[in-house]
């Protein structure tokens, strides 16, 4: 639903080149990767000789301007070969044109061509993410990290180490390509920094962090799944949370944490274990969930030991419970405990092979939403998508509730354009308006869950809300 108010190339798997930005061309390009075992053509991100998988990771410091030209060089029609990205995360104040989803801001790039993504982001910091958003193509690869850097974090004497060594990527493989993998395919395989194994395949090479004893280390944890959430963790280690999905949050430390698509966490991690091999989990909730022969896994090495799979075991007593995690500027959502302006409820339902959200399901019409806010339209019966659009008024506080349970919950939800209050979480029936979690991603949960979230609209233009 939406929201308005008024080339051949060589792969590389792992992330193995240098970052760029915040000015740059990502090339878009097709290309032979194994990072499983498993040999498929993929449909990667990169610079005009080098694609990989993940894309290639891209930095700027808080205040930058982003000019990321994106040109699309795809040819294999087993995949879509027309594209565009969105720059998850990042508010697009005063260019919503450039957000990214077709049929919502933009329509696609098509082979050939180049589209010039141009965006400020003055008052923003954290880890986001980039991927397609065109249909399920950035399941077939296109997705990557972004770092905005800010030079006056208020957590910087809290760890020693924030590189490109410190991004964790957590991500679903499929062996088909999405076209015709089906509705809701299974994962062969779950990828850390792009490297995992699959069952019944070869003992293949797995990821590899590097730290040094005594040191301490911002790890910046990244669902770029289509699908599955994972249960995160780094045996015999504690990880201390002070970001959620780009907003600082009071340190809570934990040893695992729930993780779901589009999610983020910044974590710091001190090397403070006896040198040697620990396994790095990500207990997938779908295909592959045991991490037997080395599946989910990927291997944090201290520097002098052996190099050699590990043979740590797992023990986890303090799992992340998103109701414990306050931002730590300006906490408290919308409105305070007082009523919304505006309130509403998402009804997720399954039929005939679709979702719909309030009996509507959303078809990316021919025209976007934005080009049709643009021609005069202005009332949600002149939009299209019928029934997937809602018009909101400017400067309100508006409350979305989404009862949990749909067939293949837990769902993550995004909404473009702005974060929120989670003000009821998941597996909670406590409503906190003081100092509520604030992210732009959240788990709508089980049966029984009825998740809330609060926002301003304080950004016009037209926003998608989806999972």
């Known amino acids: 639903m939406v929201f308005t108010q008024s080339f051949t190339a060589l792969a590389i798997i792992g992330g193995a080149y240098a970052a760029i930005g915040p000015v740059a061309d990502l090339y878009i390009a097709n290309a032979d990767i194994s990072p499983d075992g498993f040999t498929r053509s993929a449909v990667l991100a990169g610079t005009a000789t080098n694609a990989s998988f993940p894309g290639p990771l891209i930095t700027a410091n808080k205040g930058d301007h982003f000019q990321l030209n994106v040109i699309d060089q795809l040819t294999d029609t087993t995949m879509l070969t027309s594209t565009s990205i969105h720059w998850h995360g990042f508010f697009q104040a005063g260019s919503a044109w450039a957000d990214g989803p077709v049929g919502v ?50 957590f910087a004497d809290l760890y020693d180490v924030d590189n490109e060594s410190t991004v964790i990527t957590l991500a679903d493989w499929y062996h088909t390509p999405a076209p015709s993998a089906g509705l809701v395919p299974t994962p062969d395989a779950t990828l850390i920094n792009g490297l995992g194994r699959a069952v019944g395949g070869n003992a293949t090479t797995l990821s590899v962090i590097n730290v040094v004893q005594g040191k301490r280390y911002r790890f910046r944890i990244v669902a770029i799944s289509c699908d599955p959430n994972y249960i995160f963790s780094i045996d015999g280690h504690n990880m201390t949370i002070i970001e959620v999905d780009g907003v600082n949050h009071s340190p809570l430390e934990v040893d695992a944490l729930q993780i779901f698509a589009g999610q983020r966490y910044s974590v710091v991690v001190t090397a403070n274990q006896p040198i040697g091999n620990y396994w790095v989990r990500a207990q997938s909730s779908a295909g592959p969930t045991t991490f037997d022969g080395g599946l989910n896994s990927a291997i944090l090495r201290y520097q002098g030991a052996n190099v050699t799979d590990p043979t740590t075991t797992s023990i986890i007593s303090n799992t992340l419970v998103e109701s414990s995690l ?42 976007p939403v934005l080009l049709q806010i643009i021609s005069g339209a202005r009332l949600a019966t002149d939009l299209l998508p019928s029934g997937s659009v809602y018009t909101l008024p400017a400067n309100k506080v508006v409350e979305i509730s989404i009862p949990g349970g749909t067939v293949g919950a837990p769902h993550p939800f995004h909404l473009h354009g702005h974060n929120f209050d989670v003000v009821r979480s998941a597996g909670s029936s406590v409503y906190n308006y003081g100092n509520p979690v604030r992210r732009d991603v959240v788990s709508t949960g089980l049966a029984g869950d009825n998740v809330t979230i609060r926002f301003n609209t304080n950004n016009p233009g037209p926003w998608f809300l989806h999972w």
Do not use: M
């Open 326 to 367: 306050h931002p730590l500027e300006n906490p408290g959502a919308p409105g305070g405990s007082g009523p919304a302006d505006i309130s509403l409820n998402l009804n997720i339902a399954f039929a005939n092979a679709q979702f719909t959200i309030n009996g509507a399901t959303f078809v990316p019409p021919t025209v």
């Open 105 to 154: 801001s933009q329509c696609p790039i098509s082979p050939g061509n180049s589209f010039l993504y141009d965006f400020a982001i003055p008052n923003q910091a954290g880890t986001f993410w980039y991927h397609s958003h065109l249909s399920t193509q950035y399941c077939d690869g296109l997705r990557g990290v972004i770092v905005v850097y800010d030079p006056s974090d208020p």
